[in-house]
Nanobody, 114 residues
Framework: QVQLVESGGGLVQPGGSLRLSCAAS????????MSWYRQAPGKERELVAS????????NYADSVKGRFTISRDNAKNTVSLQMNSLKPGDTAVYYC???????WGQGTQVTVSS
């Protein structure tokens, strides 16, 4: 079955960096666009970044543009999110998701605080 396992979250000070990873299995990874979402306490889940099947097209939410970079490795069935210049407003649980597949992983907590 489809599985998505996120990792790499943690506690970081404002201005710091984290790199999130998502390991995918149970489907042909290279055939699907991938996205990162996040959900902060009391807020709806929001789309953060997306990447096309071969990585040639990437899109970002305005709030993270210029600070976050999404990438993928189709040989390893992984998608990553490099997060730089983190702000307290980036605090959330981060999830990866495959396009058109309604499966979510457990997420990884990112907390930005001094």
């Amino acid at each position: 079955q489809v599985q998505l396992v996120e990792s790499g979250g943690g506690l970081v000070q404002p201005g710091g960096s984290l790199r999130l990873s998502c390991a995918a299995s149970g489907f042909t990874f290279s055939n699907y666009g991938m996205s990162w979402y996040r959900q902060a306490p009391g807020k709806e889940r929001e789309l953060v970044a997306s990447i096309s099947t071969l990585g040639g097209s990437r899109n970002y939410a305005d709030s993270v543009k210029g600070r976050f970079t999404i990438s993928r490795d189709n040989a390893k069935n992984t998608v990553s999110l490099q997060m730089n210049s983190l702000k307290p407003g980036d605090t959330a649980v981060y999830y990866c998701k495959a396009s058109y597949i309604d499966v979510w992983g457990q997420g990884t907590q990112v907390t930005v605080s001094s």
